[in-house]
């Protein structure tokens, strides 16, 4: 069983940045984002690789970037020129198939990002 904890939420202005991080208690070969819209299905942002691969949703690479310290099981979401419907519960979620199946075995709690003018 893998723990996973999220921090780093809270609100940002429109075109503002937030910086997330994902800890696992334990050993995962991947780690994942998804964000849930207030009424909406939880959606994929990135799918991040002990080896460095990514895997990511086309809204967002450009804006935001991904990094890991395997030795510490954490990696991090820095999202920049945050949008209105960037506002949700972000979750990471680990050991899992591709971004878009939402299929993974461990989830984390989620945390709240509201972005406003």
């Known amino acids: 069983q893998v723990r996973l904890v999220e921090s780093g939420g809270g609100s940002v202005q429109i075109g503002g940045s937030l910086r997330l991080a994902c800890v696992a208690s334990g050993y995962t070969y991947n780690v994942a984002w998804f964000r849930q819209a207030p009424g909406k299905e939880r959606e994929g942002i990135v799918n991040i690789n002990r080896s460095g691969s990514r895997e990511w949703d086309d809204s967002v690479k450009d804006r935001f970037t991904t990094s890991q310290d395997n030795s510490k099981n954490t990696v991090w979401l820095e999202m920049n020129s945050m949008k209105p419907e960037g506002t949700g519960i972000y979750y990471c979620?680990?050991?899992?198939?591709?971004?878009?199946?939402?299929?993974?075995?461990?989830w984390g709690q989620g945390t709240q990002i509201t972005v406003s003018s």
């Open positions: 979620a680990a050991n899992g198939a591709r971004l878009r199946s939402r299929s993974f075995d461990y």
